[in-house]
């Protein structure tokens, strides 16, 4: 037998990992050599009797990292829309190279799963009518998060004007309520308030003037008293 002959790598046992969702063990010359996801496997034809050289296991090492870190970044955004700088940096965190992270996060584009434009859009939306921010608390999570200047100025010109009036009353009549004193101390208070939550002085100047207006419900208590007196 040649040393060529002896020194050849076949796969002998392909095994399927009992608690490895998807993941096979790899055999070579009847000795544990590796491990792969099934999209590796079935990509590189790791079946028994094949022959396996230097430059086919690189193939499959750089394969199978990539196919780790696409997995990775898929059970991210599972759990809830990210930008595409939020992944990179989880995946940077859970120690994969800046080449594979690329590779990854381009794949995810390609298939419209990473798409900050939408991500803003949706991240507006969710801010402004189930939160209750006002937009310059928005912008600044935005790009907080990575997200291209142009991509946050399109998003910002999505918000219906009426939607964040109606939020931002909505809190203001809260926390004039839960606020004692005098009327300008209630204005500032609730005024401080909303733009801490990220209003606009324009969108804070209308809501005070609306929500002062409006009769407490101690007025409302008191004119009712008198009434059946």
């Known amino acids: 037998m040649s040393d060529e002959e002896q020194t050849l790598s076949i796969i002998t046992l392909v095994e399927k990992q009992k608690k490895g969702r998807h993941r096979y063990n790899i055999f070579i010359n009847e000795e544990y050599a590796f491990s792969v996801h099934e999209d590796i496997?079935?990509?590189?034809r790791l079946v028994k009797g094949e022959i396996i050289n230097q430059q086919d296991f690189e193939k499959i090492t750089i394969d199978e990292e990539r196919n780790s870190a696409y997995l990775?970044?898929?059970r991210i955004i599972g759990r809830r829309p990210h930008s595409a700088i939020e992944v990179k940096r989880k995946l940077k965190e859970a120690g994969y190279e800046a080449a594979v992270i690329d590779w990854a996060c381009e794949k995810m584009a390609e298939q419209n799963y990473l798409n900050d434009e939408e991500?803003?859009?949706?991240?507006?939306?969710?801010r402004i009518i189930t939160q209750r921010k006002g937009r310059n608390l928005v912008r600044q999570e935005l790009q907080q998060k990575g997200i291209d200047k142009e991509l946050v100025k399109?998003?910002?010109e999505t918000i219906n004007p009426d939607d964040e009036f109606a939020g931002a009353m909505k809190l203001a009549q809260t926390k004039w309520k839960q606020t004692s004193g005098k009327m300008m101390?209630?204005?500032?208070?609730?005024?401080?308030?909303?733009?801490?939550?990220?209003?606009t002085g324009s969108i804070v100047s209308k809501v005070l003037a609306q929500v002062s207006s409006e009769?407490?419900?101690?007025?409302f208590d008191f004119i009712d008293d008198n009434f059946d007196n």
């Open 215 to 219: 009769p407490d419900d101690e007025e």
């Open 119 to 126: 991500f803003a859009k949706m991240w507006t939306d969710s």
């Open 154 to 156: 399109n998003a910002m």
């Open 41 to 44: 496997l079935i990509k590189h």
């Open 72 to 74: 990775k970044a898929i």
């Open 185 to 199: 101390d209630r204005k500032r208070k609730t005024g401080a308030f909303l733009m801490r939550r990220g209003y």
